[in-house]
């Protein structure tokens, strides 16, 4: 478990929750949050919301991606 929480720490995209799904037979259990490893200390329980006339976009950066075909994955 060490292992999984530390994956999951560090990766960006987890939210820093380890989620378990135990399968049985005939029967799936999803376990959301199992683990939380970063919890917020406070958090304000009706969210944040900022006045778009106090934001200010110091820069604007513009990429042109282009998507190449590739291989199909097995």
């Given at each position: 478990?060490?292992?999984?929480?530390?994956?999951?720490?560090?990766?960006?995209?987890?939210?820093?929750?380890?989620?378990?799904?135990?399968i049985k037979k005939g029967k799936v259990?999803?376990l959301r949050n199992?683990?939380?490893?970063?919890?917020?200390?406070?958090?304000?329980?009706?969210?944040?919301?900022?006045?778009?006339?106090?934001?200010?976009?110091?820069?604007?950066?513009?990429?042109?991606?282009?998507?190449?075909?590739?291989?199909?994955?097995?």
């Amino acid at each position: 478990m060490a292992a999984i929480e530390a994956g999951i720490y560090h990766d960006l995209g987890s939210g820093s929750n380890v989620d378990i799904c135990v399968i049985k037979k005939g029967k799936v259990e999803y376990l959301r949050n199992y683990v939380s490893v970063n919890r917020k200390e406070y958090e304000k329980p009706e969210g944040y919301k900022f006045r778009k006339e106090r934001v200010v976009v110091l820069e604007e950066y513009r990429h042109k991606v282009e998507i190449l075909p590739a291989a199909q994955p097995m």
